[in-house]
């Protein structure tokens, strides 16, 4: 399938990334294809970054079927790159299939991606802890008020540039476990990266900032007692010399995140234990009255390594290490950050280039 490329000469005067925070500004041009039974996924195209048309029954603003992705590019010298682009695409596809939405070809959207960026390389920022933010995302499109799977799609990648997640720094998070209320259960939609989730999420989320907590940890939505993962990360744990974490592929609630598969792969490479089981609440507070909580530390693509210095359950705050950043988070950190910048060999085959 040729993707087509419709140019403007309207292009956009690029802001000052250090000051923008996440998400805030958007580049000239984005992808676009569509969907629909006859046709399949077709007209891939990069076009003007520009507002959508849509009917008011459009059926993903009324039951919301829909999923996205996140993923960053970088500049190696003059080179833009993508971090994990290909896991990230696939998992596009995991979501997808998730929310019965029909999965796009995978060498379509590589290749729209990576095409989307090499145009809008001038855009990736090359400051430290700067990147590319990457958005792709699938949508219904039918204009339809009854119940059902869509028809249409639409899927759309849109390219934002960042700063630097930490502003004043890589910094601790305080972080609230939630007991009250619950992101997604077995059998739910917890496994997707679908707006639904972070729907049921943001309640809690008010709640935990009113409290001064960051974000909240969620429990498992059956029995409130393993733990599952943060808002928009997976949740670690060192404990005795030991990276202990819940499984999403035992905990199909939880979100398979890239940045934790490639954190269990940097620390066995260091002949680290990482180990995925369940791990209870209890058993993290238990590790922590013991002494043998050492670290605790969040891992997604937006912050890629977030220490936690503070638990919050049942009433009771936990400071981790002091408060302070442990030792193998900084240490995962700088080294994925390495990667990302190409400061660091790229061992494990993370970097894609974008032609
Ligand atoms: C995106 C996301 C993560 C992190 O996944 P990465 O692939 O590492 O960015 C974790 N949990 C949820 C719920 C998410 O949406």
Do not use: C
């Amino acid at each position: 399938m040729e993707i087509k490329f419709v140019e403007t000469k309207n292009l956009k005067t690029k802001p000052d990334v250090s000051k923008i925070g996440f998400g805030t500004h958007f580049t000239d041009y984005m992808f676009e294809m569509d969907y629909n039974p006859e046709e399949g996924w077709h007209e891939p195209r990069i076009v003007p970054y520009q507002d959508l048309q849509l009917s008011p029954a459009n059926t993903t603003l009324h039951y919301g079927q829909a999923i996205f992705d996140g993923l960053k590019a970088y500049k190696h010298g003059d080179k833009p790159v993508i971090f994990r682009a290909s896991d990230h695409m696939r998992r596009v596809n995991v979501s997808a299939k998730i929310l019965d939405i029909p999965e796009v070809p995978f060498d379509v959207a590589l290749a729209g991606l990576k095409k989307l960026i090499y145009i809008e390389r001038d855009w990736i920022p090359t400051g430290k802890g700067q990147s590319l933010y990457i958005r792709p995302f699938i949508f219904a499109t039918d204009d339809y008020l009854g119940v059902k799977v869509s028809k249409q799609y639409k899927f759309l990648i849109i390219l934002s540039p960042v700063a630097a997640y930490y502003a004043h720094g890589f910094a601790p998070v305080k972080i609230m476990v939630e007991d009250k209320y619950v992101r997604a259960v077995r059998g739910g939609l917890g496994a997707a990266k679908t707006p639904a989730n972070y729907a049921a999420s943001l309640h809690a989320g008010l709640v935990a900032h009113e409290k001064n907590y960051d974000q909240v940890l969620w429990l498992d939505g059956v029995e409130r007692k393993y733990i599952e993962e943060v808002g928009s990360m997976n949740i670690l744990f060192k404990i005795n010399g030991e990276v202990i974490t819940p499984s999403p592929k035992l905990q199909t609630s939880i979100l398979d995140g890239i940045t934790h598969r490639t954190v269990l792969e940097i620390a066995k490479d260091w002949g680290i234990p990482a180990i995925e089981r369940k791990i209870s609440i209890d058993e993290v507070i238990q590790a922590y009255e013991e002494g043998t909580l050492e670290e605790v530390f969040g891992s997604g693509t937006a912050a890629v390594i977030s220490p936690v210095g503070v638990l919050e359950y049942k009433g009771k705050e936990y400071v981790i290490n002091g408060g302070k950043i442990g030792e193998f988070t900084q240490k995962m950190y700088d080294y994925i950050e390495g990667i990302h910048m190409g400061e660091i060999e790229d061992k494990f085959g993370y970097i894609e280039f974008a032609e």
